[in-house]
């Protein structure tokens, strides 16, 4: 009872231990002299009455003797003295002998005599007074207060008349007043009391001294280290002394310290290093949880300079929720797109917009992952954010200027749409033209010269156009390769006896050498490698006056025992001449396309197209183009590209071309209808169709041309695609749009050269398509096709290769023949580029300088005006 009063007081009071060790001392001493007090006032009181009563038992049994006896001789006279004295006795309170009726007979208080008992302070013993008369023994009993002592004796008071013996049997009744003897004992049961006390106190004293010396002190040090500790002292050690279990407590506590110190220690290190981190960080670094305001348990500085509010605001939400930023339109897409990260266990990435404190709007990149519990609970979500306004500035102005430069290589695909057809409808007549008249035996050999005069100029002018179309092709990202199988051999022989003539008119030596591990069939580009070699080998004659141009083709290893295909194998070309070289300014714009190679012997003809194009081809292929050169010695170029190998057997073996002078006889007529709105392709058209006996219809629109198809019903038509009134498009949607158009061949026939346009033809409906300028051979090859035809050739002719004419080595001295204003008057028409002043000059030199004519004639089919300027120059200074 006692140890759990001090607990309880403990927990009520808090007390320290220093005072509460005393306090439940001082209760335990109280508490044992309060015990020790009772005990010893019990025990007195015990004895007290154990004495009284025994002597009360001894008065009594006298006085009912010494009564008996005076009744027996009748003396009631003394008995009443014997009464009277006991009265004189205060510790008893009452004496009175009453008769056998219960009628008081004497007693020590006179007012009480002759009443009954049932009215004297003496009723309350009144019930024992029959058990005592009974068995004639006295009985003895305590007041309920324990303070009085009844003594009830029987008293034999004589016979009654007629009876020998006494049969009258009174009581004597006496009261002792035990408060004197209560007294006492209480008095020296208090002093037992405080004398116990007193040691146990003085016990109690000597135990808290040495509690006190032992544990209380120490245990203080051992919670004021404790104290000091948590207010963040962590060098503080109790370091205690002893062998007790508060020393082994005192040990484990400086070991903790310890632990606790090294691990805040690296904490503050790691938080130090976590905050420079975050705060180097560009973006805001967050930990929020997974709610719907996304409440904020992290969110580093860097919030401030995105959004104008001060972190602390959007912890726990104390001023505002991070959703009450994000920008109305955007916040159901981030919550959407967490929530289902969130329900696939997947990282997120977002971006939106935010309304900063000046209500600007600033966009904002965000990347998290949800953190979960080992159940699979999210515990929080940790991120970063991204302020990506400017990126979204740059990437508003990349878009407007990508939609800027796709409108302009649209503009530039359109102009150069619309000028490849402008150039290639004229060119169509011009080409066209020659090549009928050339058909037409009849025309003098003279003239036939004119026209292959004409013919070679329009072929330069549409290789010319051929070259800018190739080279938008290629830098808008549209060229592609057309790899096919071809004969190497051939083709170098080809471009060998092509080359031979010009290099023969410049008196140069023109050699080819080809390595034994070349092979002769490969599959590539042949085109593309032609043009190159063409190229290369052009420019190398045309800047070469003395020496030799040469081609060496070798491969990169020999070729034995190979299992085709093999597409990996590289041949290595070098063109090499010994002409002026380059200078190192020219070195440095070499490929660049439209500028003109200043050589060691100055300008040369030329637009400034074809390096630009061939290494841009080389590099298509998959090769590289490199240039050494000596200015005075000559120049080097080399390129390599990776080739297939292939065999006789994967293509055909080319048959010569021979003119067709008709169709084959046994075939149904063919009607074929022309949709062209310039009358003299039309006029061409027509006229080498029906050459060779093709029924023929011309309409000069695509409206006149679908109404002629639903009369006429052509077999095949060619349609062009710029027209008036009704395009070739929509003319060839219309027709081929009813069942009887699917039977009837439509071949485009078009100005346009991208794949684009290409792309739209058969979209349209169209079979095929021929571009302009176009070949007699192509447009036979093609209706032959479509149509299933067959024709009539000419028959091979034999013929001696004739020597090409001299051609003189034009210098300054060789145009003196002429007058000083003629060679001004060629110096002009150079200077302006005007071609036809040039030929009529050309008619006023003399027949017997055909050679100068020739020479002259050379210069202007190929452009090279400046060649002229410069032999011109010398002669008007």
């Known amino acids: 009872m006692t140890s759990g009063l001090a607990v309880l007081l403990m927990k009520r009071f808090s007390l320290p231990l220093r005072f509460s060790i005393p306090t439940i001392l001082v209760l335990f001493s109280s508490l044992l002299g309060v015990f020790s007090f009772q005990r010893e006032v019990s025990l007195s009181n015990s004895r007290e009455e154990e004495g009284v009563v025994h002597d009360l038992r001894l008065v009594g049994s006298q006085t009912s003797g010494i009564l008996e006896y005076l009744y027996r001789r009748g003396d009631v006279e003394q008995a009443e003295i014997v009464i009277s004295k006991m009265g004189s006795d205060p510790k008893l309170r009452l004496v009175l002998l009453c008769d056998e009726n219960n009628r008081v007979i004497l007693s020590t208080r006179y007012e009480l005599r002759n009443l009954p008992v049932s009215e004297t302070p003496g009723a309350k013993s009144l019930s024992a007074f029959s058990v005592v008369r009974e068995k004639m023994s006295a009985q003895l009993f305590l007041s309920e207060d324990r303070r009085n002592i009844w003594g009830i004796y029987p008293v034999l008071l004589g016979a009654r008349p007629g009876e020998l013996r006494p049969t009258r049997v009174g009581i004597l009744l006496v009261e002792y007043d035990l408060s004197a003897e209560k007294n006492a004992a209480y008095a020296d049961a208090l002093q037992r009391s405080l004398e116990s006390i007193a040691v146990i106190a003085s016990g109690c ?486 050459s060779v006996g093709f029924e023929v219809k011309e309409a000069k629109n695509g409206q006149e041309g679908v109404t002629m198809w639903e009369e006429w019903e052509p077999h095949l038509i060619l349609m062009d695609l710029r027209m008036p009134v009704m395009n070739g498009y929509q003319a060839t949607e219309k027709i081929k749009s009813t069942p009887r158009g699917q039977t009837t061949a439509i071949v485009a026939v078009t100005g346009f050269a991208f794949e684009e346009n290409r792309a739209a033809i058969f979209a349209a409906g169209c079979d095929d398509f021929i571009s302009k300028p176009f070949q007699a051979n192509v447009i036979y090859g093609k209706i032959a096709d479509l149509l299933n035809l067959r024709y009539i050739y000419e028959a091979p002719t034999h013929s001696c290769e004739v020597s090409p004419p001299p051609v003189l080595k034009l210098t300054p001295t060789a145009l003196r023949v002429m007058p000083d204003d003629w060679i001004a008057k060629l110096h002009q028409a150079a200077v302006d580029c005007d071609d036809s002043w040039i030929f009529q000059l050309l008619k006023d030199i003399p027949a017997e300088y055909t050679t100068l004519a020739t020479a002259l004639t050379e210069l202007v089919r190929d452009f090279r005006f400046g060649e002229i300027i410069d032999l011109t120059q010398q002669n008007t200074l």
Not at 462 to 483: C, H, P, R, Y
Request: charged share 20%.
């Open 205 to 690: 004293v000597a135990i808290w001294l040495l509690f006190d010396k032992i544990l209380t002190q120490r245990a203080s040090k051992l919670v004021a280290a404790s104290n000091s500790l948590a207010q963040g002292k962590l060098d503080v050690r109790a370091q205690l002394q002893g062998w007790d279990e508060l020393t082994q407590i005192s040990a484990a506590f400086d070991r903790m310290a310890d632990r606790i110190q090294t691990d805040t220690e690296a904490l503050q290190q790691s938080e130090a290093r976590f905050r420079s981190l975050v705060a180097n960080i560009s973006g805001v670094i967050y930990r929020c949880a997974c709610d719907r305001d996304w409440t904020m348990e992290f969110i580093s500085d860097a919030i401030a300079q995105i959004s104008g509010y001060p972190p602390s605001d959007f912890i726990n939400n104390q001023v505002r929720t991070f959703a009450s930023i994000i920008h109305p339109e955007d916040r159901e897409t981030v919550e959407i797109a967490i929530n289902s990260a969130m329900q696939e266990q997947q990282p997120y990435t977002i971006e939106y917009r935010i309304i900063s404190a000046d209500n600007s709007i600033r966009w904002v990149y965000e990347k998290g992952q949800g953190i979960r519990k080992s159940n699979g609970d999210i515990l929080w979500l940790d991120g970063a954010i991204f302020d990506i306004t400017e990126l979204k500035l740059v990437e508003t102005k990349l878009h407007q200027a990508k939609e800027a430069a796709e409108a302009a290589n649209r503009a530039k695909s359109e102009f150069l749409a619309n000028m490849s057809h402008e150039l290639r409808t004229p060119l169509n007549a011009i080409l066209g033209f020659a090549q009928v008249m050339q058909r037409d035996a009849a025309i003098a050999l003279e003239h036939q010269s004119h026209l292959e005069i004409i013919h070679h100029n329009g072929q330069h002018l549409l290789d010319l156009i051929n070259n800018v179309l190739e080279l938008s092709k290629i830098e808008a990202g549209t060229a592609k390769l057309d790899e096919t199988n071809f004969d190497l051999y051939q083709l170098l022989n080809g471009i060998q006896e092509m080359m031979r003539l010009k290099a023969g008119a410049k008196k140069i030596q023109l050699m080819f050498e080809r390595s034994r591990e070349v092979p002769q069939y490969i599959t590539a580009d042949e085109k593309k490698l032609r043009q190159v070699l063409v190229n290369l080998i052009d420019n190398a004659i045309k800047f070469t006056d003395v020496g030799t141009v040469t081609l060496r083709v070798v491969g990169n290893s020999p070729i034995t025992n190979y299992q085709l295909p093999i597409t990996n194998y590289r041949l290595i070309f070098e063109v090499i001449d010994t002409g002026s070289g380059l200078t190192d300014k020219a070195a440095t714009t070499l490929f660049k396309p439209f500028v003109q190679t200043n050589t060691a012997e100055g300008w040369q003809a030329g637009i400034g197209l074809g390096l630009a194009l061939s290494r841009k081809f080389v590099n298509l292929m998959g090769g590289d183009f490199t240039v050494s050169s000596t200015p005075g010695t000559g120049s080097t170029f080399k390129f390599d590209i990776p080739v297939g190998l292939a065999s006789a057997t994967d293509f055909p073996q080319q048959q010569q071309d021979r003119r067709i002078i008709g169709l084959a006889p046994n075939q149904t007529p063919v009607r074929l209808l022309i949709v062209e709105d310039q009358p003299e392709n039309r006029w061409l058209l027509s006229k080498l169709l029906t």
